[in-house]
């Protein structure tokens, strides 16, 4: 699809005309002690927009993009072994409640990385910095860490390399606790963190020799911010982004949170919800037929074994593809392309995930025979290979690429002008590994960016922020909650 013709039933992100001043009221309203913007264009000193306070740089280079107009400008650090990149402030660390906010940017995969540190030098500390761990299939929420030392290790779910996160640590003294909150959104349970009692001589270090990326925006308060002052400034960012078309809310394999995927009962929740794009997986039995699925046996969501290459598909449509889910769906069927298409018709676009080649005849086939809109159709291969071996059968069908990561390692002009070529009007990309220079790039060649498989609200929350056009997700009804929340005035 192109940016200009999106699904009429995607949410829209209204985002209100208002000043950079948005950004700031917010902040103020909760009396920091201490605010840093890092907007310096030159010299050595950070100054605090709050109080006298001044900060001094040290190998940072200011004057950095930031996540949002209203953000103004960002400091970059990019340390070298001889030469750590920081930032020093005489800011002491609060001895009560307190709240910590600042906007990140990373960009390194080093093993431990400082953030902010409060420390007098030889005695205790209290340290925030972000640890790397390899992606976890099984695991999808947290692949890095953030890990706030006070003593004993606490640690909370938090942002991918490549994008902006908002990242706000809260203090309860009375009950001992710290809670996260990123992108707006509560990030995990209060954890039990006891703090030190750091003299009053402790400062605050901005960096250190490993952390790579942009740090924007730090603010500490006296208080335990609440939740809805977090969300109050995280929406006050966004609303100062340019106005929005429509985030379109993909039902990954239907209902998926809720139903048995890729089954006709899941596309009935998925739409019944308003849901206006419904992603389905398609493969080929034995004897032809397109079937969805999303494995290539039947093992993990039916009541047998095997490959469905070596399946009829009469013999799959007997197996119970409910029951794995939940008893109460018992009797779901492995259903064909042509059982989906009246779910859909007029209701949902339906994004079809190509996991078998060579479908092209096949589907237009499909078309001819069901009269289903071409234009609510989203081809969905996984390689330019099958993009151009489906144009030569569909060749006026909407198509995107699929890919788990950026699918080439150098994204130019012409990369763009290839894929248009081919036929691709955008992406669907693993949100964990998605840049956000990759959205605006292809936004600046008039291509859409989807992102998936994304679920838990800061991830939501980012991938907004992030400007992605799509969001495919296992529970669309919240995400659409969700996005519709944010653009409210």
Not at 25 to 39: H, I, K, Q, T, Y
Not at 57 to 78: C, I
């Amino acid at each position: 699809m192109s940016r200009c013709s999106r699904p009429l039933l995607a949410v829209t992100l209204l985002v209100p005309s208002v000043a950079a001043a948005a950004w700031s009221d917010a902040v103020l309203a909760d009396r920091p002690v201490a605010w840093f913007r890092f907007e310096e264009d030159r010299g050595d000193i950070a100054k605090s927009a709050v109080g006298q306070v001044e900060g001094r740089y040290r190998n940072v280079v200011p004057a950095q993009t930031s996540a949002a107009p209203a953000l103004g400008r960002a400091s970059a650090f990019s340390p070298k072994p001889s030469q750590p990149a920081n930032i020093d402030i005489p800011v002491p660390l609060p001895a009560g409640d307190f709240t910590i906010e600042w906007w990140q940017l990373d960009e390194s995969t080093a093993a431990n990385r400082p953030i902010l540190t409060w420390s007098d030098g030889d005695g205790p500390s209290f340290e925030i910095s972000v640890r790397d761990e390899p992606p976890d299939p099984k695991n999808r929420k947290k692949p890095i860490f953030a890990h706030c030392h006070a003593g004993a290790s606490r640690s909370a779910s938090f942002a991918y390399c490549g994008k902006w996160f908002h990242i706000v640590l809260v203090r309860n003294a009375a009950n001992g606790t710290i809670q996260w909150f990123i992108n707006g959104q509560i990030d995990g349970k209060p954890t039990k963190a006891a703090t030190p009692a750091l003299p009053r001589s402790a400062k605050l270090r901005v960096g250190g020799e490993a952390f790579r990326g942009a740090l924007d925006e730090l603010a500490v308060y006296e208080t335990a911010l609440a939740a809805d002052r977090v969300l109050a400034h995280y929406r006050a960012a966004l609303s100062s982004l340019p106005d929005r078309e429509k985030i379109v809310t993909v039902g990954h394999r239907g209902n998926n949170q809720f139903a048995p995927e890729n089954t006709r009962i899941s596309y009935v929740q998925a739409v019944d919800s308003g849901t206006p794009v419904v992603e389905m997986d398609l493969r080929l039995t034995s004897d032809g037929e397109i079937i969805l699925m999303h494995d290539d046996t039947v093992n993990r969501t039916t009541n047998a074994r095997g490959k469905i290459a070596q399946f009829t598909a009469e013999q799959i449509q007997k197996l119970d593809a409910g029951s794995w889910k939940d008893p109460k769906y018992r009797g779901e069927s492995v259903p064909r392309l042509e059982q989906i298409t009246d779910v859909c018709r007029g209701k949902a676009i339906m994004m079809l995930d190509l996991k078998a080649t060579g479908l092209g005849e096949k589907l237009a086939q499909w078309l001819s025979t069901t009269k289903f809109p071409k234009d609510k159709v989203i081809l969905a291969p996984w390689t330019d290979e099958e993009g151009e071996a489906l144009r030569r059968h569909l060749p006026d069908l909407p198509m995107i690429r699929l890919s788990g990561k950026v699918p080439v390692e150098t994204v130019d002009d012409a990369y763009f002008t290839k894929m248009k070529a081919i036929g691709f009007s955008g992406f669907s990309i693993d949100w964990r590994f998605l840049p956000q220079s990759f959205v605006e790039a292809a936004h600046r060649h008039g291509m859409n960016v989807y992102t998936w498989t994304v679920n838990a609200p800061p991830e939501v929350s980012g991938a907004v922020l992030a400007g992605v056009d799509g969001i495919v997700t296992d529970d669309p009804a919240a995400v659409m909650r969700l996005v519709s929340s944010l653009a409210a005035k």
